[in-house]
């Protein structure tokens, strides 16, 4: 997590938040709530509800629960309406990616959602949620599938198995929402009936469904050695064509790895990030590596191009690649949609995880 000041960007999403429990901007003004409600009425309705009391068509959910705009307030719900959710009628809005909402427009939106629903936000941890594996499957079963399906697909309730949800959720803004339900819906507080123990090992569980159903012990996955930094070494490099000059778009980077093309990858976010979902082949280099002069001996010098990508989406990249291109670099490139869009966006990750069959 970055201090003091978070990003919150996804692809040409950008927006500056100067306290870290707060989603800070001054109140809608009554021209600005009035278009974002029709904004609203007009794209989300027909699915969410005329009131935002959800489940009016495809098991879309409330959007005026208090538990929602408590923890997914702002980047949850900003990059659902921007992104959507591949494989869910959830659909992206954003004009990027064809949709028909600007960048103002998505924060208005967003804005307004939360100012319906007068609660103040809350900054989850960060840290992974550890449980059993064997008994989160077993109380998802009796208590979770028969609503959210037996392989998280949706019956009656959102489809919890989404890749794009389970990448792009923490694990404890699922754990939330297990605990404390969602108010107005038939989402109870599972707190109230379930040990925090089961909660734990149903977290968990969803969490490990990230790529597959079938149950299996997680086992954390080495990082690349120096001699497999470069993918595909001994193919030609690919021909970027670059945005302003440093940035490679989601699209040309995902043609590049598809065309197996001389590439290195770098993950420039804190390493336990990459162990969660990472793009093919990264490398795991964290921005505040200290190693940047000793990393230059051990990329390629050939032609090869490095692309680093980050969270935020591009802060943590964009550093990492002035100092390579300061020790002399050229065939440099940030992911100028970052993890968060190249997710989003369709494109495949990797956990950093290498999986077996529970003992």
């Known amino acids: 997590m970055m201090h003091p000041?978070?990003?919150?960007?996804?692809?040409g999403l950008l927006l500056a938040v100067s306290q870290l429990d707060a989603f800070e901007a001054p109140p809608l003004t009554p021209g600005e709530a009035a278009a974002a409600a029709n904004d609203y009425q007009r794209y989300c309705a027909l699915c969410h509800g005329a009131?935002?009391?959800?489940g009016v068509n495809d098991h879309a959910p409330s959007l005026r629960s208090e538990t929602l705009l408590r923890t997914g307030f702002p980047e949850f719900i900003l990059f659902t309406i921007a992104y959507g959710r591949r494989g869910t009628p959830m659909g992206a809005y954003f004009e990027e990616v064809g949709g028909p909402m600007n960048n103002d427009e998505l924060y208005r939106l967003t804005r307004w959602l939360k100012e319906q629903v007068d609660v103040e936000s809350i900054d989850l941890p960060a840290e992974p949620i550890r449980g059993d594996l064997q008994r989160g499957q077993q109380v998802y079963t009796e208590r979770c599938a028969t609503c959210h399906g037996a392989e998280g697909e949706g019956v009656s309730a959102p489809a919890v198995g989404n890749p794009a949800l389970l990448a792009l959720a923490s694990d404890a803004f699922m754990r939330y929402t297990i605990e404390h339900g969602r108010d107005g819906t038939e989402m109870i507080a599972w707190g109230e009936v379930l040990p925090a123990a089961d909660i734990d090992a149903v977290t968990a569980f969803l969490r490990s469904r990230e790529t597959h159903w079938?149950?299996?012990?997680?086992?954390?996955?080495?990082?690349?050695?120096?001699?497999?930094?470069?993918?595909?070494?001994?193919?030609?490099?690919?021909?970027?064509?670059?945005?302003?000059?440093?940035?490679?778009?989601?699209?040309?980077?995902?043609?590049?790895?598809?065309?197996?093309?001389?590439?290195?990858?770098?993950?420039?976010?804190?390493?336990?990030?990459?162990q969660i979902a990472h793009i093919e082949g990264a490398v795991p280099i964290p921005y505040y590596h200290d190693g940047i002069a000793g990393l230059t001996e051990d990329l390629p010098t050939d032609g090869a191009w490095i692309v680093a990508y980050c969270e935020c989406p591009r802060a943590a990249a964009e550093s990492v690649t002035r100092k390579l291109r300061a020790a002399g670099f050229q065939n440099t490139a940030v992911l100028y949609e970052g993890i968060q869009g190249w997710i989003s966006l369709g494109y495949p990750v990797f956990v950093g995880e290498l999986t077996e069959p529970p003992q």
Request: hydrophobic content about 40%; glycine content about 4%.
């Open 214 to 274: 079938e149950l299996t012990k997680p086992v954390l996955q080495p990082p690349p050695k120096v001699g497999q930094y470069v993918l595909n070494p001994d193919a030609p490099a690919p021909e970027f064509q670059l945005k302003d000059g440093l940035y490679v778009m989601a699209e040309e980077l995902n043609r590049a790895l598809q065309e197996k093309r001389r590439i290195v990858v770098l993950d420039t976010r804190v390493t336990s990030m990459w």
């Open 51 to 54: 009131d935002r009391q959800g």
């Open 5 to 11: 000041i978070r990003l919150i960007v996804c692809c």
